[in-house]
């Protein structure tokens, strides 16, 4: 399967900053997303990232606070805009295959303090 | 009423054991089902699709129920290195992928 390279793999923030994460994959895909984790919680889908145009995002995910950029087939970032505490988290990248395997980055783990 | 739901353990089983866990779904149109594997600090990995026929590879068997809709995981002579989080992921209509909240197991020698 495809592989994505992550970046940064951590960071420790100040709060009212802003951090963007890049997500590059090997190969085209179709569906990007990113996602976020809370340490011993499942993923929760922030918004799906789409060649050339805005993102698409989920309930309670809004593009002031996560603008999303994919300007190509291989390439997307999210930027996690002025950071809380409450942004702490982990941020995962994936795409997905014509087989709809999910394949993900090794995410970003981000402190906000 | 979750859309994906697993029961999140932890499952404690001694190497050599036979261990197997269940997620349900509650729309009846859901499309595919796959296990994900994802160990500690580590991203999720794919560890099998779930076929209507049910399907095995080596250890792990994966069996779908569309009338109880829910999908299974069983996995046999259970190593160490199984001791992991396994996800249910589910994907609806409309390409809508959910994820259960994970079970996590934990073999011990």
């Known amino acids: 399967s495809a592989v994505i390279s992550q970046k940064p793999s951590r960071d420790i923030c100040q709060r009212g900053t802003s951090l963007t994460i890049q997500c590059q994959v090997d190969?085209?895909?179709?569906?990007m997303f990113w996602y976020r984790q809370q340490p011993g919680q499942s993923l929760t889908l922030i918004a799906t990232?789409?060649?050339?145009?805005?993102?698409?995002?989920e309930s309670g995910f809004v593009i002031d606070k996560f603008p999303i950029s994919r300007p190509n087939l291989t390439f997307s970032t999210l930027t996690v805009s002025n950071m809380s505490p409450e942004d702490s988290s982990i941020y995962l990248c994936?795409?997905?295959?014509?087989?709809?395997?999910?394949?993900f980055g090794e995410g970003s783990r981000l402190t906000v303090l | 009423r979750k859309e994906v739901e697993q029961d999140p353990g932890p499952f404690n089983v001694p190497e050599g054991a036979t261990v197997a866990f269940n997620c349900t779904y509650s729309?009846?149109?859901?499309?595919?089902f796959f296990w994900y594997r994802q160990d500690c600090r580590k991203e999720p990995k794919l560890l099998m699709s779930?076929?209507?026929s049910g399907n095995e590879d080596g250890r792990f068997t994966a069996q779908l129920n569309r009338a109880s809709q829910y999908i299974s995981l069983l996995i046999r002579d259970s190593k160490l290195s199984d001791s992991a989080t396994y996800l249910c992921v589910v994907y609806g209509p409309a390409s809508k992928i959910i994820f259960g909240s994970g079970t996590r197991l934990s073999i011990r020698p």
């Open positions: 990232a789409n060649q050339g145009s805005e993102a698409t995002y």
């Open positions: 779930v076929y209507s």
């Open positions: 190969s085209q895909v179709t569906m």
């Open positions: 994936s795409g997905q295959e014509s087989t709809g395997e999910l394949f």
């Open positions: 729309n009846s149109a859901s499309q595919s």
